[in-house]
């Protein structure tokens, strides 16, 4: 069988597709990942780069050009649903050709396609191509599909739901709802120029069949002290992929504060090394999913992949809410009980000693872990993908 995998060029989007793709490979199956902004590291399989045209800044200000109001409760992560629909309906548009023409020569069976990787649905329906939907994010792939096919820019083609869809929601988060100012998951925020297309006009695709989300953060090398666990409790800090405004970058409040807590501190990433207290230590880009397992907690901007990966790992995280999908991730983290949902620049010595100390927020992350392990894992989740193909 003969697999695409697609994902808008972003490392946030691309990554949690990886472990199902190599996962197919290892199978037997001949797999592409269509995307862009590739690792150095993508587990040896072969990629096709079609985001030369993508550019989501871009995209964007167009959007909030048209929808102002909308583009505001967006950066404070307050939007719903109704900016990433138009957002990435119109940035699924420059994928659509490249794709086609990678497809075209392939000639796959099936194509996977992440929750704001709809190119892979409108080239597929083209071309009579079964699809999966793979969820990426902690919003449910089905309301983020019918957010991004509604949308103005791409209401008007026909884009059938896809025969199978992935969730990779640990069972006590999922469907659980967080409350917006401006509207439900499932009920778009509308603002007063030029209506968005409401989400529940589409049909609802069939239930998701469940997956275990396998952190995987694109390689890098580990240094020894970082697999082994410290003299004192270590907490890791890492940043967005993604620089722009509001993108929640904990570490200048984390330094300021880190003196005064008993634990060592690892920057991953960090913007500046300068003026670092004795107890926190800097490194480049590691794998996350093989140092979080030594760490006793996790501090982070509240993006997807990154709360996935702590709960996976069964360490408390302290997250920062913000722009697009991160105040939603954050607050359902905090209701869960397994995390602390604090403002970038409000993180204190004390958030950061409780985070350390708290005996429900560490059993709550435990429990989300035992839930994430008891998920089927990629590789029993293959024989679903042949089934749709008769291989």
Request: charged share 20%.
């Amino acid at each position: 069988m003969r697999i695409v995998f697609v994902a808008a060029p972003l490392q946030g989007h691309l990554l949690p597709l990886v472990p199902l793709a190599a996962a197919c490979r290892d199978a037997g199956h001949e797999v592409l990942l269509a995307s862009g902004g590739f690792p150095a590291d993508v587990r040896g399989l072969r990629t096709a780069d079609i985001g030369a045209g993508f550019s989501l800044p871009r995209t964007a200000i167009r959007v909030a050009l048209r929808h102002p109001g909308i583009a505001r409760a967006e950066l404070r992560g307050e939007a719903g649903l109704a900016m990433v629909g138009e957002l990435f309906g119109r940035a699924n548009l420059a994928l659509v050709d490249p794709l086609h023409e990678v497809v075209e020569r392939e000639r796959p069976d099936l194509i996977v396609f992440e929750s704001l990787g709809e190119a892979g649905a409108i080239v597929a329906a083209r071309l009579s191509i079964p699809t999966v939907l793979q969820e990426n994010t902690l919003w449910p792939a089905t309301d983020l599909f019918r957010a991004v096919t509604t949308s103005s820019a791409l209401a008007k083609l026909d884009i059938p739901n896809p025969e199978l869809t992935i969730t990779v929601l640990p069972p006590s988060l999922r469907g659980a709802a967080v409350p917006s100012p401006l509207g439900s998951p499932s009920a778009p925020h509308r603002p007063s120029r030029a209506p968005l297309h409401l989400a529940e006009s589409s049909p609802t695709p069939a239930s998701p069949i469940p997956m275990r989300p396998v952190p995987f953060s694109g390689g890098g090398s580990v240094p020894d002290w970082l697999l082994e666990p410290g003299d004192r409790p270590r907490v890791l800090v890492s940043r967005s992929t993604l620089n722009g405004p509001n993108d929640g970058d904990p570490g200048p409040a984390v330094v300021a504060a880190a003196a005064a807590v008993d634990a060592e501190f690892v920057l991953v990433r960090p913007a500046t090394t300068r003026g670092l207290p004795p107890n926190v230590r800097a490194v480049d880009r590691v794998p996350l999913d093989e140092v979080l397992v030594h760490a006793a907690a996790f501090v982070h901007h509240a993006g997807a992949g990154s709360v996935l990966g702590g709960l996976a790992a069964g360490i408390p995280q302290l997250v920062t809410p913000g722009a697009g999908d991160r105040r939603h991730n954050a607050t359902l983290l905090a209701a869960r009980g397994a995390g602390l949902a604090v403002e970038a620049k409000a993180i204190t010595a004390a958030d950061l000693t409780r985070l350390l100390t708290d005996s429900g927020l560490r059993a709550a992350a435990r429990e989300v872990a035992l839930e994430i392990a008891a998920m089927p894992a990629p590789a029993t989740v293959v024989p679903e993908l042949e089934k749709l193909v008769g291989s």
